[in-house]
DNA sequence: GTCTATAGAGTGATAGAC
DNA sequence: GTCTATCACTCTATAGAC
């Protein structure tokens, strides 16, 4: 099936070209002249733009499914941290898929449906682990009903928009996934006990002060 | 000047396109309709689409630069609570001077740098509130450098996309500026003295349980 | 100041040869 | 599976009458 090949070859250059120019301005024929093949061809493939855009959406939101199911029967804070890098490099790699959100609901509200579910689940995994680890003796007893799940519906506009505000204040070079981690877990800090203080000394600040060195 | 009236009325009619269909997705021929004129007439006024998203910006950044400028000289808890009232009204009200900010970015790039400045101003108005209220003996001394810097940094993109989030995910109506305030002051208060939570739970804390009451 | 009419440059999608 | 050619349509911007 060398048509695969070609399938892959258009959503890959669709989602360098959305990427760069958001899912309104790319043309038809930018994404053809991307790979060397003309308009025809990629019509011929994907029946319109709109099915460019619905494969692309699906590769993308089983890439971001997989970083969920790396949540894990027993998560501690290292599993929280990889969790963490795993999101950033995704993305980084694609920030139009969040920053295009609001563009897809407008659009192609079917797609817009299957992303709620999955942000519903991913806020309620970052507040399972809140639970998880007050259970453990790491997390204090929540001082105020209500408050965990704010802070973890805090901590998902944070994950999702740190990235793509950074690179809307053109401050992409100094960025990098160790000022990002630290930024999420000064939203868990505040709330540790003094043994998950001890655990996060221990385990997490190591991580975060390594300087970006290479091997 | 009759010409004011029906520049105005375009600059209005635009505001609310832009804010339901966002910025790329608006036709000139659109604007004239919603407001009854001929396109040729819009022309009349405005040069090009471009002139009308100029003007549409050069308005918003006033009542945002409006918002900005209730910082006072001394900066009390009460101060930023009102400040966070305005901006959540500010931000509900124009939801795509947010949410196309890369694509202001990507089209207009002379119309962005402008508005870079006034976020780093917004930021560091931020922090400067974590420094004052800090010399008040309100907020604790910064249990680790930069950490304030970074709170500051947190706050800021929970600001500007909590409303523009919530969007998205649909949850339009059960938003309301008191969740919102909840929100930014959750980030605040694991910093604050016993001086500072008394101060908060005295002021602050009677404002944020109000139901949204009439009157 | 406002209109109608239209030029001119895309843009998405299709038909049909190879 | 890929191409060329082209249609039908949309959008911005302009020209010129009123």
């Known amino acids: 099936m060398a048509d695969l090949n070609t399938k892959q070859k258009i959503i890959k250059a669709s989602i360098r070209l959305f990427n760069e120019n958001g899912l309104a301005n790319v043309r038809l024929q930018q994404i053809a002249n991307e790979i060397g093949i003309s308009p025809g061809n990629l019509a011929y493939h994907f029946r319109n733009k ?9 590769d993308l939101f089983e890439e971001a499914a997989e970083i969920l199911s790396t949540y894990r029967i027993f998560p501690n804070l290292i599993d929280f941290d990889n969790q963490l890098s795993k999101y950033y490099s995704f993305i980084q790699k694609y920030p139009f898929y969040f920053l ?18 999955q ?15 007050q259970s453990r003796g ?3 007893e929540e ?11 805090a901590i998902w506009v944070l994950i999702t928009f740190w990235v ?8 992409e070079a100094s960025m990098n996934v160790l000022e990002f981690k630290q930024m999420i877990w000064n939203q868990v800090y505040p709330y540790f006990t003094d043994q998950g203080q001890a655990e996060f000394e221990q385990l997490i600040r190591p991580l975060l002060k390594q300087r970006s060195a290479g091997s």
Chains 1, 2 share one sequence.
């Not at 709109?50 to 699906?58: L, S």
């Not at 001082?143 to 519906?153: F, Q, S, V």
């Not at 793509?164 to 401050?171: A, C, E």
């Open 50 to 58: 709109e099915a460019i855009i619905e494969a692309v959406d699906e």
């Open 100 to 117: 295009d959100m609001l563009e897809i609901q407008r659009q192609y509200p079917e797609m817009h449906s299957k992303r709620q579910v």
């Open 119 to 133: 942000v519903c689940k991913m806020i309620s995994q970052i507040h399972k682990r809140f639970a998880f680890n």
């Open 138 to 140: 790491l997390i204090l």
């Open 143 to 153: 001082p105020r009903a209500g408050l965990y799940n704010e802070i973890a519906e």
């Open 164 to 171: 793509p505000q950074n690179l809307i204040r053109g401050s």
